[in-house]
């Protein structure tokens, strides 16, 4: 009389096995349903103009700074994962950023250099972030253009006004979802906003002339000691800002990166990982379309601190916002 009551036992077991599975799976297919639908309302809104009035000619009204820092973990260079901060916990970070030449105008008959608006940039952004909830965070970052120097519109009949070494960048607000349930999963997908706010001076390359909205679908895989992180997104500004030509337009725009994070076998006093990125950005209408590739280090000095060495550079020379060069150092603490 044994048997059959071990035999519905197993049954049972296996029927609540298959019931699960088929929940997981329901649930991953709700997941997918969101990040594709999200997709494919970025490729539709990259297409669509900015509805609002553009800025008038002779205006930048947009920053030349492509590396944006994201507040929280799971960040490589500029590119990032869906690891959030678990709840109550929270996260302090600092970026600084030389580049050089990161905008070049030049004569359109000829394709010559005409002038160098800035050729040298010192920038520093500020972040910070708290877990809301275990799979939830939300963060802040404020850029500040500590020193640069070119000719910015001078000479060529628009602007004499000097490029101000010191100003402002727009301020960020960040929010960060994770979809999977078990954050100790090999592959992770996730979704990224944030809010670009006007306080940055638009007229000196450090701020955008109105708001700025921008999400990322977020997907990454651990393997051991190797990390890949994939973004794809899309930005979309409230108001389009035209410098010279209308068929130039700094309008909407596709985010695409892909990055990579190898930590190295323990030989120094504490843990390093060698960093890669290629980051690239597509205009809408010929906007500009700028790209640049990084390359750099991560060592683990603390058990809760980071610091990062980083070298890029634009692959995209005629494109505004690809630097012939970057140095930046990055500093990141994490408290409980």
């Not at 002779?58 to 901060?85: K, M, Y």
């Not at 404020?142 to 000719?151: H, M, R």
């Not at 301020?171 to 999977?180: E, G, V």
């Not at 909205?213 to 930005?235: D, K």
């Amino acid at each position: 009389m044994s048997q059959p009551y071990a035999c519905t036992k197993t049954t049972a077991s296996l029927s609540a096995r298959l019931a699960a599975a088929r929940l997981t799976s329901s649930n991953l297919q709700t997941r997918l349903s969101v990040v594709g639908g999200v997709t494919l309302l970025c490729l539709g809104l990259w297409q669509s103009p900015a509805r609002a009035q553009s800025t008038d000619v002779g205006q930048p009204g947009f920053s030349v700074e492509r590396l944006l820092s994201e507040p929280g973990p799971g960040t490589i260079i500029g590119a990032h994962s869906a690891e959030v901060l678990p709840s109550g916990a929270w996260t302090f970070g600092a970026l600084g950023s030389l580049m050089s030449r990161p905008i070049i105008l030049r004569d359109i008959r000829t394709g010559e250099e005409a002038l160098v608006p800035v050729s040298l940039r010192l920038g520093y952004e500020f972040t910070m972030a708290r877990g809301i909830t275990s799979r939830f965070q939300l963060g802040l970052a404020i850029p500040l253009i500590a020193a640069q120097e070119g000719e910015r519109l001078q000479g060529i009949g628009l602007s004499e006004e000097s490029l101000r070494p010191v100003t402002l960048g727009d301020i960020r607000i960040h929010a960060k979802l994770r979809l999977n349930e078990d954050a100790r999963s090999a592959l992770g997908y996730g979704m990224a906003f944030h809010i670009g706010l006007p306080t940055g001076d638009q007229t000196h390359f450090a701020g955008e002339s109105g708001v700025v909205l921008s999400w990322t679908m977020l997907s990454s895989y651990r393997w051991h000691g190797l990390r890949v992180v994939g973004n794809f997104g899309l930005r979309i500004r409230s108001k389009e800002s035209v410098l010279l030509s209308p068929a130039r337009a700094h309008g909407n725009e596709l985010l695409l990166t892909l990055a990579g994070q190898y930590r190295l076998p323990a030989s120094w006093e504490f843990p390093v990982a060698g960093l890669l990125e290629i980051a690239k950005v597509e205009g809408d209408n010929l906007g500009p379309s700028p790209g640049e590739i990084r390359t750099g280090i991560k060592a683990f000095i603390l058990p809760r601190a980071t610091l990062k060495l980083v070298y890029g550079r634009g692959y995209t020379p005629a494109e505004v916002g690809a630097p012939d060069w970057r140095i930046a150092l990055a500093f990141r603490y994490e408290g409980r």
